[in-house]
C-alpha cells in the first residue's frame, strides 16, 4: 500500500503546515531574490513573533552587510511593542511591510545562523511553562524586550550586540515556549544594560576631559 508522503514544507506561503522548528522556517527562506518585510512575516503564521523576534535580533549579534540595523531595527521595535501590549495578531504597517531585504543579506543570514539555530535546538523544548505560556509572562518579555529594540535602533556605537543576543534568546524561549532560554535571555538583558551604562560612561567621561583639554577648564 502507497503511504501518503507529507508535503515539504514551503515557507507558509502555500498551505497552513508549519515546521516544529525556527531552523526549518530560515532553511525554507527562498534566498534567489529580494524579499519584503511583509512577505517574511505572512510565511511564519501563528510563530510570528516569536519567530521574526529572532530573525529581526539576531543579524545584529553577527557580522552582516552595512544598514542591517537600519532595516531590522524599526520592525524589531514595533514587534517588541505588540507582545508588551498582549497582542494575539501580529500587525506591521505598510511602509515596514513593504521594506526590501536584498537576496545577499538573507543569504548571509541563512548561511550563518541556520548552524547557529540547530545547536541550540538540541537543547530548547518545552519547559518551566509559568515563565513564557501566559499573558502576563509574554508581555514580561515585551516589557523587556521593547528597551533593548529601542536601542538596537538608535546608532550607538558598538551598542547593537548585547541587547541582539538578549532579544535573540528571548525570542526563541518565546518560540520554543522554553521558559529556560527566557531567564537566560532575562540575565543577558541585565548584562547588556551594565554593559551600555559603563560604555555610556566612559564616552561620557571621555568628552568632558577632552573639552576640558581643549578649553584649559
Not at 44 to 69: H, K, Q, Y
Request: hydrophobic content about 55%; proline content about 8%; overall charge positive.
Amino acid at each position: 500500500m502507497q503511504q501518503d508522503v507529507p508535503p515539504e514544507y514551503d515557507g507558509g506561503l502555500h498551505g497552513p503546515q508549519k515546521p516544529a522548528r525556527l531552523s526549518d522556517i530560515v532553511r525554507s527562506m527562498d534566498t534567489s531574490q529580494d524579499t519584503t518585510i511583509g512577505a517574511l512575516a505572512d510565511s511564519l503564521g501563528e510563530r510570528a513573533f516569536g519567530a521574526l523576534m529572532f530573525i529581526f535580533a539576531v543579524p545584529n549579534a553577527i557580522p552582516m552587510p552595512p544598514g542591517t540595523s537600519a532595516i531590522l531595527g524599526l520592525p524589531l521595535v514595533i514587534l517588541t511593542w505588540q507582545v508588551l501590549a498582549g497582542r494575539q495578531s501580529l500587525w506591521l504597517p505598510q511602509v515596514v511591510r513593504k521594506r526590501r531585504i536584498s537576496r545577499d543579506m538573507l543569504h548571509t543570514f541563512v548561511t550563518k545562523v541556520t548552524p547557529i539555530m540547530a545547536r541550540l535546538e538540541r537543547v530548547l523544548k518545552p519547559r518551566l511553562g509559568f515563565i513564557v505560556s501566559s499573558n502576563i509572562a509574554e508581555r514580561l518579555i515585551g516589557l523587556v524586550a521593547f528597551p533593548l529594540a529601542l536601542i538596537l535602533f538608535l546608532p550607538i556605537p558598538f551598542g547593537n550586540i548585547p541587547p541582539a543576543a538578549a532579544i535573540a534568546c528571548l525570542a526563541l524561549g518565546l518560540a520554543e515556549r522554553d521558559g529556560l532560554a527566557v531567564i537566560v535571555g532575562y540575565a543577558l538583558s541585565a548584562a547588556s544594560v551594565a554593559i551600555l551604562a559603563a560604555v555610556s560612561s566612559a564616552l561620557y567621561a571621555a568628552a568632558v576631559a577632552f573639552v576640558t583639554t581643549l578649553f584649559g577648564g
